[in-house]
């Protein structure tokens, strides 16, 4: 409810949009300083597991679970730099998981701030950018895993949210196809 006097201004109606360069500058100093302090770092635990058993590229191993989890997009990432880059430093893969984590802040910051406006969109962001109760997982590239999930998560979101909802955004046959999909009676 607005008061007489009150102009109605909502925190979601103030756009603020100098606050976009500044969390791509954050995202960037984030990338910079977590890549510098892990950079002494060597592959551990799981990450042998990807390095010494997934090593063909065989479809029966990039199929095969990791701790009872699908992790075929984790594995042909490290697959494609096992080629590029090989295994002398652990840099390269900690960049892929830092980039995928840089995509998910700024994920979190599209759908908060179609939501909620600029400034909580920003407030969440920087609070997953700098680490969040999920620490860990930046700091293990081992950990593309459940960091790719949640961008994967958020990306369905925005795709849902838009405006026509997501199967009407397809070109004409795509759109199709879902609408008879969609319509179709279960069992």
Same mark, same amino acid.
């Given at each position: 409810?607005?008061?007489?006097?009150?102009?109605?201004? +909502?925190?979601?109606?103030?756009?603020?949009?100098?606050?976009?360069?500044?969390?791509?500058?954050?995202?960037?100093?984030?990338?910079?300083?977590?890549?510098?302090?892990?950079?002494?770092?060597?592959?551990?635990?799981?990450? =042998?597991?990807?390095?010494?058993?997934?090593?063909?590229?065989?479809?029966?191993?990039?199929?095969?679970?990791?701790?009872?989890?699908?992790?075929?997009?984790?594995?042909?990432? =490290?697959?494609?730099?096992?080629?590029?880059?090989?295994?002398?430093?652990?840099?390269?893969?900690?960049?892929?998981?830092?980039?995928?984590?840089?995509?998910?802040?700024?994920?979190?910051?599209?759908?908060?701030?179609?939501?909620?406006?600029?400034?909580?969109?920003?407030?969440?962001?920087?609070?997953?950018?700098?680490?969040?109760?999920?620490?860990?997982?930046?700091?293990?590239?081992?950990?593309?895993? =459940?960091?790719?999930?949640?961008?994967?998560?958020?990306?369905?979101?925005?795709?849902?949210?838009?405006?026509?909802?997501?199967?009407?955004?397809?070109?004409?046959? +795509?759109?199709? @196809? @879902?609408? +008879?999909?969609?319509?179709?009676?279960?069992?």
């Amino acid at each position: 409810m607005t008061r007489p006097d009150d102009s109605g201004t +909502r925190v979601k109606d103030v756009r603020a949009p100098w606050l976009l360069p500044q969390l791509v500058f954050l995202c960037t100093v984030a990338f910079v300083y977590v890549l510098h302090l892990t950079s002494y770092k060597t592959f551990f635990l799981d990450e =042998w597991t990807f390095i010494v058993s997934r090593r063909p590229w065989d479809v029966g191993l990039i199929l095969l679970p990791q701790n009872g989890y699908l992790t075929v997009i984790p594995i042909i990432v =490290w697959k494609v730099l096992f080629a590029t880059v090989g295994l002398r430093s652990y840099v390269p893969y900690e960049a892929v998981l830092l980039a995928t984590h840089v995509t998910v802040v700024l994920l979190l910051f599209v759908l908060i701030r179609r939501r909620s406006g600029d400034l909580p969109a920003l407030a969440a962001s920087a609070t997953l950018l700098f680490l969040g109760s999920g620490a860990e997982n930046i700091v293990y590239a081992f950990q593309i895993n =459940w960091v790719g999930s949640a961008a994967f998560g958020l990306l369905a979101m925005l795709l849902l949210d838009g405006q026509p909802p997501f199967p009407g955004r397809l070109p004409p046959s +795509r759109s199709l @196809f @879902f609408a +008879r999909l969609c319509a179709t009676p279960l069992g």
